[in-house]
């Protein structure tokens, strides 16, 4: 009996060193042979129709074969991209100049009539990708083979910034006609004028993505890109451990960067924050005085380390970076001079509360999304935070279709205090938070879950936006920011930073804020000399 | 006449129940099936009704909408109709094998269900052999060496087995076997073939660790049960060799009891491996599941659910058959 376990345990080791010998075989992106082909690696893409999802794109896979008109250089600067050219005849009236020679990776030409189909495409009702073009635009169409026309109802500054948005990559319009029901999906994908073309496509575990030889801008250096999908960050973070990954963008980044055991690249972010947000609508965050104390009792430093680090304590409703597009910093640090922070002070916060309808202290209702971890632990700390000025504040845990379902609701007293994220969904300061303020995002299937907003923030957002004048939109916003931070409707508590794990043979010396709003990003990525 | 009526039919079916003992069952178990299967589905379109959230929320994510979209959407997928109306729909459709669409990928269920399904059978199948095996293997051992240190190691270790969670041994053999030693990868399934066995290999063992100490535990019983039978002390007594005794007299009656829970075990191993699938990053059915329910995606809830109930309902069909085969008594309808 002995003799024959041995017979078994030894076949056993026989087994696992012929499967383990099988490693030899994969491939090993490291040293020299980076440049041919790279690993990168995101949540699942389940199709690439960007109608149908806002993955594609949200993963950067997209952005790799399908390109816009115009990139956002490292300045905040319109460059062109597809568009060799633009100009603005009227202030309703955008063209746009097609760059000569452009083809797609199957050869075709690309014309004004691929530009207009795309976006119209992307327009319509029905759309996942529908809310980057505003209520304002009444036509985009061809006035020849390669001039774009677009016409707005009424002028709209934010406009000037949608053709960089990587949303709005630009796919063939024959391709689509062959393949209608199939568009975006495994065995069909898209075809683009981008530096790689799709060479398979399994939303259950991988892409595959073959450089284009015929690309306009010269055939990439990187003749390959492995694309895996991933169910976590950890998954993927083991993965880079194990030298199995080149590129990725984590959300947990504390956790991401220790299990991958590496340090990540983190740069200033665009505008993304985190903000405690009240409805004003409801007791006690109806009182100014409250809102206020609140403010002021709310310690940034100490949120970010709860949040797990990767941000910056934030002081203004609108950032100053994103203010940057229509200034330098010095001229937005001028702007925002006489805005209040409500930075830290317990006694001024108490000063508040002792001032509000509630000097003996309250007891509140906190609601926390399970989004993740980190809105877990920013929410605990905020309830600490809040004790010391007699806010008693209890947390109620909503799932986030939940939570999504409230904030979108028609009963807009149904809407707990919470921690909650805006992200910016354009590079334009007006536009970037437009979608959560103001009288008409108070409603039903609206995000402004404060529900707070006055007269003054109203006419501010229509005058933003009339005007082309960066000094006088520069004026409009800090003044916005103002009535924010004397109204208090949130609390802005940080902005987070843009993070990337890199592998060590590689390198991307341009990695900003702004990588997503630069066309084929991984253009950028060399080997590191 | 009384006597008559109830006479000729029990006696009919008693012929038929004779000459095709498992052909009826089979029919009577697949019917059943239909009637299972369509009190599920209203039953899980009914609570996904009433929990909170909306599918149009979860497709169009944190971001801005216009009114416009989320009308259309509505409208497409029939969230605007009565419940009855739109649980009709569905089931017009699944009547016809039509599963609709996906809410959140605007993929046909039904791909995306067979892109999906390889994945799950082949490393449920997989971790069902090493639980058998293995299992089978070690429950028989311990049960030879009742006592002995090879028992008590077997049974200490089925302990071990059934109290680590299938997720904490997932990631053990992560850690150890992908990261610190690099023997398997991290992730993924793998491009077919020997590539898709060494993928499938950790994940495997870790999601076959619990069934595989439950059937150790069975087995060693089953087959202790069987050791002290008389018929094994009268093989025995005639001198019959232990390998005959082994195959012949005893791990055929000690195996009824494991085939049968043999069928739990695949069933559980197949649509179970939710977190072994996160774990590994194995885009398979239980993430799909998990995934739809999250988005409230409907069709694809649906589908996976009906998916899954087939799948349970046959595998224990299978193993009730081979245990009518295995147990001629029950074949013959006498107990």
Known sequence: MRKRTSLVAGALVVLSLVISGCTGGSTDGSGDDAIDAVKIGSSAVTTLDYTKSNVGYGSGLGSLMLEPLLIIDADGELQPWLAESWKQPKPTVYEYHLRDGVTFSDGTKLTAQDVVFSYDYYRGDGSANSYNFPSSLRSIEAVDDRTVRVTLNEPNAAWAVVPARSQLGIFSKAFYDANRSSFGQPGTGVIGTGPWALAEFDPTSQATLTANSAYWGGAPDIQKVDWTFFSTDTSAAIAFRSGELDVYFPDENRAFSSTAGTELIAVPGAGDTGNFVMNVLVKPWNDVHVRRAVAMALDRAALVEAWGGFAEPADYFIPPTLLQQLGTADEVKTALADVPTNAFDLNAAKAEMAASAYPEGVKVTIAVADFGDSYSNVSQAIVAQLAAIGITAELKAESSEENTALALGADRTAILAQYATYGAVSADPGDAFNYAIGSANATKGNWNGTNWSNDKVDRLIGEGFATNDPAKRLSIYAQMNNEFAVNVPSVPLFQFKETLALSDSLQWTGFDALWTSRGPWLLGITPKS | ?335
């Open chain 2, 1 to 335: 006449m009384s006597a008559v009526t109830v006479t000729e039919p029990v006696g009919e079916r008693r012929q038929l129940s004779d000459r095709w003992p498992i052909l009826l069952f089979i029919v009577r178990r697949l019917a059943a099936m239909v009637v299972m299967l369509a009190l599920v589905s209203f039953l899980v379109f009914s609570l996904v009704h009433l929990a909170p959230g909306n599918p149009v929320d979860a497709l169009l994510g944190q971001k801005p909408r216009t009114p416009e979209t989320v009308a259309a959407l509505t409208a497409q997928f029939h969230l605007d109709r009565p419940f009855l109306e739109q649980y009709a729909i569905w089931a017009s459709g699944a009547l016809r094998f039509d599963f609709g669409t996906a809410i959140q990928s605007g993929l046909p269920v039904m791909t995306q269900i067979a892109s999906r399904l390889p994945v799950s059978i082949a490393l449920g199948i997989f971790a069902f052999l090493l639980t058998m095996i293995v299992g089978v293997g070690l429950g028989i051992l311990a049960a030879m060496r009742r006592g002995r240190t090879a028992d008590r190691v077997t049974t200490a270790s089925v302990v071990v087995g059934l109290s680590t969670p299938t997720f904490v041994a997932a990631i053990l053999l992560l850690y150890v076997f992908a990261v610190l030693l690099s023997w398997f990868p991290a992730y993924g399934k793998g491009s077919g073939g020997l590539d898709t066995l060494w993928h499938l290999t950790l994940p495997a063992i870790a999601l076959a660790l619990g069934s595989c100490a439950y059937v150790v535990k069975h087995t060693r019983a089953a087959m202790i049960d069987v050791l002290d039978q008389d018929y094994i002390t009268f093989a025995r007594a005639r001198g019959l060799s232990r390998t005959r005794i082994l195959l012949t007299y005893s791990l055929r009656n000690a195996l009824i009891p494991v085939i049968t829970i043999g069928g739990v075990v695949l069933g559980g191993l197949i649509v179970g491996a939710v977190l072994v699938e996160v774990t590994f990053s194995i885009q398979g059915i239980g993430q799909l599941l998990v995934q739809s329910a999250g988005a409230k995606d409907l069709p694809v809830i649906q589908g996976v659910t009906m998916l899954i109930g087939v799948l349970i309902i046959s595998i224990n069909l299978c193993a009730d058959v081979i245990y009518m085969l295995v147990d001629p008594r029950l074949r013959l309808g006498r107990r």
